[in-house]
């Protein structure tokens, strides 16, 4: 029942990683070269070295389950957006239909589902998440969607709301939240397609994704 | 029996609307602004301002299919292209489901189906027409895909081949070429669910497109 992590090397992805490794929760770290599997050596992490625009099938192997935190940022230019949060999104999530796997697990954003609503530098961003949750929906895999807001460093509280009412339209969430409550939806086997909304909050992770 | 074009008026929009105009095809161009409307104006052809990044359900009133040939190229910038050839395009194709029209025939590109095998500054691009065709093959909406090469200024020819191997490797097609082809599949309402690779080549285009 191990876990693949694509984007492992990424701010979120460390967290989860490092997390899931003191959880005992069994995951593959998928990263791009040796360099940025040094770090995983390091920790103990079980790695493996495939590339989201050319070949990772082989990532795959022993895996039953998969988690897609690559790029989830709007900052890293639209020409990497397209490859990696768009078309990298789409065909692991075409992988993980074909090879059968029980769950795929996507990092989104909050203004993915309505990207017209977001500040204009934000939109293209948003419409390539939008258009990968959208596949991930039609293919045959069971999938969860985590929609974290503005992405912050603070510590991590264990705590956070799934709404802005809920939030009292604070907007944000700390990379630290997003990463723990990734471990309790990897974790929790029988959330199957649901999506949230994360934000920072005054909820339990476990009792607010349910 | 009309037909919405959007992306009248980049280089295939208007030589197709042209063409449309001459054989008496009903059709209703959408367009950015009252600047671009007056070129339509002079040409006697029915146009609609309407915003592909905001507001076009109105422009939809009275139609029954659209041809999408928005952006139709990969040097338009990777913001345009999230904004307009990936989520312009699922936008309007969603739109085209709900209202039930009859088809959507999308003027996609020859590397859509497989965009790594695309030269690297290219592949963005490709990937987003490859995530656009893949969400109108999903929608409920009967489709036609033509995945024309690379665009040329050359004078119509009125002859097509429909493969690489058919066109002896030859990876061109002239705008007017497209435009000419648009035509014939706008007219020839049995055509749905299909998808063609469109280039120069020996063949007529009623015979090429069947």
Not at 112 to 130: C, I, V
Request: net charge negative; hydrophobic share 40%.
């Amino acid at each position: 029942m191990t876990t693949l992590v694509i984007g492992a090397n990424g701010q979120i992805g460390r967290q989860f990683c490092e997390l899931a490794q003191e959880a005992g929760e069994p995951i593959k770290a998928m990263v791009r070269s040796e360099e940025q599997q040094a770090w995983f050596d390091e920790h103990g992490i079980d790695s493996v070295i495939g590339d989201l625009e050319g070949d990772f099938r082989h990532a795959f192997a022993g895996c039953d389950q998969v988690v897609f935190t690559a790029g989830s940022g709007p900052h890293t230019g639209p020409d990497k957006t397209l490859l990696i949060d768009l078309y990298g999104a789409i065909r692991s999530a075409d992988l993980a239909s074909e090879l059968g796997l029980s769950r795929y697990l996507m990092v989104s954003a909050m203004r993915a589902e309505d990207p017209l609503t977001a500040p204009e530098k934000l939109r293209p961003y948003m419409a390539a998440k939008f258009a990968a949750d959208a596949h991930l929906r039609h293919v045959s895999v069971p999938h969860l969607i985590l929609k974290p807001g503005r992405l912050t460093d603070e510590a991590a509280t264990g705590k956070v709301a799934t709404s802005l009412e809920e939030a009292n339209g604070e907007n944000g969430i700390s990379r630290a939240n997003v990463a723990h409550a990734l471990l309790h939806v990897v974790q929790t086997r029988s959330l199957v397609d649901v999506e949230f909304t994360l934000l920072d909050g005054q909820r339990a992770i476990s009792e607010a994704l349910t």
